[in-house]
């Protein structure tokens, strides 16, 4: 069964090599290179997608906001944060709002894999 992975990232080579880390599994991915892009295509795809992986700092629409939007819009899919950026006290706040995994810049493949595989799993279960 194939599931359907939302990259929200501004940085053309980090969905690239999201992209390869992610080639060779069950996963088809879609691409947004900022929140705003990321929300017409959830709004156009919304039974599709099963995971979002979001940056934070974006331009137009960042990654907090677009994630408040995620959670309220589709509470069902599981969102995880990938950033360069990362700062304990935001990771603690964003998992408590039901984000599944907060990972760091440059992401290790197998992290990124079983990151992405345990939320499809959760994504599943709805």
Known sequence: ??????????????????????AGTSFEILEAENGEQAIEILDANALTVDVIIC???MPKIAGEEAIAHFRKEYPS????????????????DFMKDGVVDYLTKPV??????STVEKAAEIRSHF
């Open 1 to 22: 069964m194939h599931h359907h992975v939302l990259i929200i990232e501004d940085e053309e080579d980090v969905r690239k090599a999201i992209k390869l880390q992610l």
């Open 55 to 57: 940056d934070l700092r």
């Open 108 to 113: 290790e493949k197998s992290k990124l894999v």
């Open 77 to 92: 899919t599981p969102v995880i944060v990938l950033t360069g950026f990362p700062e304990l006290g935001r990771a603690v």
